[in-house]
């Protein structure tokens, strides 16, 4: 370790008063080959390499965790999760986090410490820490103020700890719901993702966290919905429907990082497509941030892709794409790097480039400033889980539930018996997606308590039926083929008035649950043996309404005509049960809709609603991919009705609407609560291109907006469209937008036909660019009293 010559503090690169760009520029030009390496890779301080893995390869690739001063010599990039990787209590974890960073800036020239980050998908993943709804749970609330506000918290407790980087959002838009890993995507739709992706972006901002984007790009659509499988979109489906969440969150976000994904499209894995990391990402639309890799992601080109030939060669492709950080620990961008640019097989260019990039989000992040300290801003007494947070992931939770189906048994009313059965009625787990601290982590530590309260469905429905005898049979197991619980289940339900049947998914990671990472489907059928609990319970002639809480939806065709109602949860948090018991007494009125459809049938997969005529129902296939219910159906306990539809202000008419290929348009209409009590209407904007130069999808959303409603009252709401939001790839590639009839639909979800608006684009045809327009801005007018 070189001795310094004067106090750091002095040194021009600690001055905030500079540019970011002029610092950086400073620092660089006085650091070795070395220590401009170091800044480069992760070091995943408490990972156990003699425990079971993470992830799988993860002990093929760390042998023994690195002696602690030599990994710090000279300085490292990041800290790989160091609240996230083992149980360790908040006040206690800062303060050793705080030690940390105080030798690895005291281990290298400059005083450089680490950026820090974490994992905070549902929540900051570590122990006692709010768990928060999953991301679908999001997409199904369409309520993206409130995911930013969720974001928001989640921002300030980890920059309390002294984190500066969460790895969240997740920007795949579904394409296969038997991918494990579908439980972290927002919805099936990319302008759903893409406007909640950029709220929750927004939110860690504004609390001085780097939001992180993932995957980029084509994860979700490996083929079969396995994990890491190959993925084979085209150019259209990449540009179209898997590319502009991104471009939102980065626009409209100011997402600062971005993770590139596993998989490859078309044989060219992601952490070695320069085209993708450098020339779409940056060229093209001017990201400046800094470009991670997800876990093991560079080494994978060597030892899973066979792109490279060796850990030099990996880091070398890697790093001539766009990637600047190795995650999560030193490996390829560590001596094989360096080794490489000796010998002159890698440019130093490329190693500058990249340390360039991170020393720049350090130093926009404070740490390269000359009074900064390694102490977080939280000290002593640390509450990751206080009232507020709990309040807030109530409150999502309970805008996500779905009430699919209802024949008039919905709400519970107290008295008499209800039975309660199910693998999910009376377990914490039913709450938890697989990035929660206690699915991704607690598992691994028997006997560890889950650090926060967790409420089961069973408990929460027992406080919100007083006076009524409410029995309980777990049936069944999630998984697994065991039916000697069906007994007792089908007595209880025998003998009550309604039976609530509680199933889905419990979350875990490689096939330790049946859902999450690594945890695919073969089909959409319900785990186990639960169709078959549903079944035997129905056979009772007892009422049953059927619960699923998970990460992905399951067929439910075959048991449909057999339930009084449906509803569906997607790993609702620590709150979740008490949300979902809400919604089954009234306590809450149901207002989620639905970010993915839910099938009729197990097979035909894969299937989304974003498709041309020839993808739905037809003659010409023995297949039928409708779903019972479709993206963004979603019931009430009240009734809207819709009127008065208005098109730029005034009353639309039958005709046809002329406008310009570079203009706008603003639709809209009254929704009215003629019901007995309180509910939300989600308004929906879909358009339609009946004739295009490519096929088309059917329908597609371009805007939503939420509406809550006192009984008689009304409101308005506007939707003013540009032209931009007509857009799609051409036969050649280029993004256009061109003339001729476009429809434009208020609607309850994407098969409702609700209030139609015809349009004709004149003109040109209009070539369009990343700088497009990516919004409908909508306006709500009201509520207000119904007069009649």
């Given amino acids: 370790m070189t001795s310094r010559t004067r106090p750091l503090a002095a040194e021009p690169w600690r001055d905030p008063a500079l540019s970011a760009d002029d610092r950086v520029d400073r620092l660089l030009g006085l650091m070795t080959l070395e220590e ?30 690195p002696v602690w001063e030599e990994a710090v010599d000279g300085g490292i990039g990041q800290l790989t999760r160091p609240f996230g990787t083992a149980p360790v209590d908040p006040a206690a974890g ?96 990319p302008y759903l993702v893409g406007t909640v992706a950029a709220a929750y972006t927004r939110g860690l901002r504004s609390a001085g966290v780097v939001a992180t984007l993932k995957h980029f790009v084509g994860y979700s659509a490996s083929r079969a919905g396995r994990n890491l499988a190959p993925s084979a979109v085209g150019p259209r489906e ?81 790093l001539a794409a766009g990637v600047d950080v190795e995650l999560p620990t030193l490996h390829c961008y560590g001596a094989p790097l360096v080794a490489a640019v000796r010998s002159g097989e890698v440019p130093e260019a490329l190693v500058d480039r990249a340390a360039r990039r991170v ?4 130093c926009e992040l404070g740490l390269l400033d000359r009074d900064w300290t390694p102490e977080p801003p939280a000290a002593g007494e640390v509450d990751l889980d206080p009232p507020t947070h709990r309040d807030l992931a109530r409150r999502l939770a309970e805008e996500s539930v779905v009430l699919l189906s209802n024949d008039g048994i919905l709400p519970l009313a107290p ?20 990035y929660s601290f206690p699915s991704h982590v607690g598992t691994a530590h028997p006997g560890l308590d889950l650090g926060v ?45 309604v039976c609530v049947v509680v199933l889905g998914d419990r979350a875990g990671l490689f096939g330790r649950g049946t859902s999450g990472e690594g945890c695919d489907a073969p089909d959409l059928r319900l785990p186990g043996v639960q169709q078959e609990l549903v079944e035997a319970v129905a056979a009772t002639g007892t009422p049953v309404v059927l619960v699923q809480c998970g990460g992905r939806p399951y067929a439910l065709g075959a048991v449909a005509d057999r339930l009084g109602a449906a509803v569906q949860a997607f790993f609702p948090g620590e709150e979740g049960g008490p949300a979902v018991a809400g919604v089954l007494t009234g306590r809450v009125g149901p207002s989620g809709r639905l970010p993915f459809g839910v099938p009729r049938a197990p097979g ?58 570079d203009g706008a348009v603003t639709v809209g209409c009254t929704v009215r609560n003629d019901g007995p009590v309180r509910g939300t209407e989600v308004v ?67 098969a409702d036909p609700g209030l139609a608006f015809h349009l004709r684009l004149h003109g040109p045809v209009r070539e369009v660019g990343p700088t497009r327009r990516l919004l409908t801005q909508n306006r709500i007018l009201g509520p207000r009293i119904h007069p009649g």
């Avoid at 799988?56 to 042998?63: A, G, S």
């Avoid at 020393?359 to 350090?362: G, I, N």
């Avoid at 008295?415 to 697989?434: H, I, K, R, S």
Wanted: some cysteine; overall charge negative.
């Fill in 36 to 65: 401009k390496a170091a800044q480069l890779r992760g070091l995943w301080v408490g990972a156990d390499g003699g425990g079971e893995g993470v992830a799988p390869h993860q002990h093929d690739l760390v042998e023994e965790p």
């Fill in 94 to 189: 800062a303060a050793s986090l705080a030690r940390s960073q105080r030798e690895i800036a005291a281990a290298n020239r400059f005083g450089i410490p680490a950026q820090v980050h974490e994992e905070c998908l549902a929540g900051f993943t570590t122990w006692k820490a709010t768990v928060y709804p999953v991301p679908p749970a999001w997409g199904a609330a369409f309520d993206p103020d409130l995911v930013e506000r969720m974001a928001e918290q989640i921002g300030a407790s980890l920059r309390g700890m002294g984190v500066h980087q969460g790895l969240a959002p997740v920007l795949d838009v579904a394409r296969d719901l038997r991918w494990g890993r579908t439980e972290e995507t927002i919805a099936e739709d």
């Fill in 238 to 318: 990449l540009a179209d429907v898997l590319l502009p969440p991104f471009e939102m969150a980065l626009r409209h976000g100011g997402a600062a990082s971005v993770m590139h994904s596993y998989t490859d499209n078309d044989g060219v894995p992601a952490a070695a497509d320069r085209a993708l990391l450098t020339g779409l990402l940056r060229e093209d639309w001017g990201f400046t941030g800094t470009v991670v890799a997800d876990y093991f992601g560079i080494a994978f080109l060597h030892t899973l892709h066979g792109v490279a030939g060796s850990e030099a060669q990996a880091a070398g492709l890697a």
């Fill in 359 to 362: 020393l720049r989000q350090k």
């Fill in 415 to 434: 008295g008499g018996t209800v039975a309660v059965v199910g693998p999910n009625a009376d377990t914490a787990e039913a709450m938890l997606g697989c």
């Fill in 453 to 497: 309260e967790v409420p089961t469905l069973l408990e929460a429905l027992r406080a919100d039926l007083p006076g009524t005898d409410v029995v309980y049979a777990r049936g069944c197991g999630v998984d697994g083929g065991d039916t000697s619980g069906f007994a007792e289940a089908v007595a209880a339900a025998r003998a009550a008035r």
């Fill in 604 to 661: 035909g997969q894969p299937s989304t609603y974003l498709g041309p005529p020839l993808a739905g129902r037809s003659e010409v296939s023995s297949v039928d991919p409708t779903p019972l219910f479709p993206f963004g159906h979603g019931l009430s306990y009240t009734r809207f009705t819709w009127s008065d539809p208005l098109l730029d202000g005034r009353p639309a008419g039958d005709g046809t609407v002329a406008l310009p290929t």
């Fill in 684 to 750: 929906q904007l879909y358009l339609s291109d009946p004739v295009a130069a490519v096929t088309r999808p059917v329908r597609r959303l371009i805007g939503y907006a939420r509406l809550d409603l006192e009984p008689g009252q009304e409101s308005g709401v506007e939707f003013t469209v540009h032209t931009d939001l007509a857009a799609y790839t051409g036969p050649d590639l280029r993004r256009i937008v061109d003339p001729g009839d476009l429809v434009l639909r208020l609607a309850a979800s994407c």
